[in-house]
């Protein structure tokens, strides 16, 4: 939680900014996110496309392999990688700049566009997880535990290293 904190200051979030945790254990893919008004909607995912403490102090101080993603699907899907402590890759598409694929008997070809979304930073990121593009996507509809980052929750909050036992690797 130290290291959530420590990104809620540099990232300039709201003190009441909340620690969402969701877990698929299945392919032990955790997703953290701060939570707030700061975050919310389509000005939500802008604002993760430009904070990304949390991210890179994760990195760093468990020395793994953190992949940070934005997905407006109005616009654009980002994916921005971090390892020990800084940006080591990443990619972003804008879907304006798509050549969509063409009709086939006037019929929209659904299979080729399933296609292309596979190879956006997406569908990359997904294949990394071994996991369908549409469940990286519905990630943060899981059930998750939110948590209190200003330790002002209740006592019988799970503590994070609780929610992610067996988890890491």
């Not at 390892?83 to 063409?102: A, D, T």
Request: charged share 25%.
């Amino acid at each position: 939680m130290a290291l959530a904190r420590q990104a809620l200051v540099e990232d300039g979030a709201a003190e009441d900014t909340l620690l969402s945790v969701s877990v698929y254990r299945r392919r032990k893919i955790i997703r953290l996110a701060l939570d707030g008004p700061h975050s919310a909607g389509r000005r939500g995912s802008h604002w993760y496309s430009e904070h990304h403490a949390l991210a890179r102090l994760l990195s760093r101080a468990a020395g793994v392999t953190v992949h940070s993603y934005v997905y407006d699907p109005q616009e654009y899907e980002e994916v921005m990688t971090f390892g020990g402590g800084h940006h080591v890759g990443g990619e972003r598409l804008q879907y304006e700049e798509v050549e969509l694929p063409e009709c086939l008997d006037g019929e929209f070809d659904d299979e080729a566009f399933a296609r292309m979304q596979s190879r956006w930073p997406m569908g990359h990121l997904a294949w990394v997880y071994g996991v369908e593009r549409e469940l990286l996507l519905q990630l943060h509809r899981m059930q998750g535990t939110r948590l209190a980052i200003d330790g002002s929750g209740p006592e019988s909050e799970p503590p994070l290293e609780q929610l992610l036992r067996g988890v890491a690797a």
